[in-house]
């Protein structure tokens, strides 16, 4: 059993990849009711991108709110539990969250990941995608990467294999918490006169979080920061505020 979050589509490429080489089911958290869900498989496992150097906080409410007996069949059956984060160059000490995330569940994190993959966060002063060689060169590298680590989790082992990146304890343990309070705003995404009105920001996001008015977009309260309404936008016709308007965009071409 995978469950896993993806913006963008790495995340998911990753998820589903895993899921084809453990012959498990991979289950889009946004899709899924955690109140609803049973354990079945042979193991436990969550992937999803990092989020300014830390776990989305969509998956921790995930984890907290799924049933008690799904975590005692859990822990009845001693399943193995893993994770596999992705991002663009650093995992920082975002396992560390979601072990606790998990322990608080009475459920060990035993196998831990990352998987390099595009930058696709363009909301700040200094972030952008990757330009297309590097883009070119990550995606090269992922499949190989991905079928390493389901190796790896076919054999249970207990590892920590990620790159945490520099200043990884003050990344996670001071830009995280910051960005968690003051760097989800869905009001300051806006349609610009390049919009078209094609909805492809509306069914693109995995929220539900868009409906169109006016043959134009706008935006309720559940904005998880996923980029996906930006990235998707074939006229550049989706901003937040004017953070993005010389920023590039992304979309996983490996994903289904």
């Known amino acids: 059993m995978i469950f896993f979050f993806s ?3 790495n995340s998911r490429f990753v998820a589903n990849r895993l899921a084809d080489r453990l012959c498990e089911q991979a289950s889009f958290i946004p899709e899924t009711d955690p109140e609803k ?34 975590c005692k069949d859990v822990q009845k059956s001693g399943t193995y539990a893993w994770m596999a984060c992705t991002c663009g160059d650093e995992a920082a000490f975002t396992p560390e969250m979601l072990a606790k995330a998990l322990s608080a569940r009475n459920i060990p994190l035993k ?4 998987v390099i993959m595009p930058n696709n966060y363009v909301l700040l002063p200094g972030f952008n995608v990757d330009n297309k060689e590097v883009e070119k060169s990550k995606l090269e590298a992922a499949p190989a ?6 190796e790896a989790i076919a054999r249970k082992e207990t590892c920590i294999d990620i790159v945490r990146g520099k200043h990884a304890s003050f990344k996670s343990k001071m830009v995280y918490p910051l960005f968690k309070r003051w760097g989800i705003f869905p009001r300051r995404w806006r349609w610009t006169p390049e919009c078209i009105g094609c909805e492809q920001c509306a069914v693109t996001c995995p929220m539900g979080n868009i409906r169109m008015q ?5 935006w309720g309260d559940r904005c998880v920061s996923c980029l996906a309404c930006y990235h998707i ?24």
């Open 233 to 256: 936008c074939p006229t550049h016709g989706v901003a937040y505020g004017n953070a993005t308007r010389i920023k590039g965009q992304y979309i996983c071409p490996l994903k289904k």
């Open 7 to 9: 913006g963008t589509g």
């Open 37 to 70: 869900c049973s354990f079945s498989g042979s193991m436990l496992g969550f992937v999803f991108p990092v989020y300014s150097w830390g776990i989305p906080p969509l998956i921790e409410e995930f984890i907290a709110r799924l049933p008690e007996e799904f």
């Open 145 to 150: 990467r991905i079928d390493a680590i389901a």
């Open 111 to 114: 196998g831990i990941w990352s």
């Open 214 to 218: 006016n043959g134009h977009p706008l």
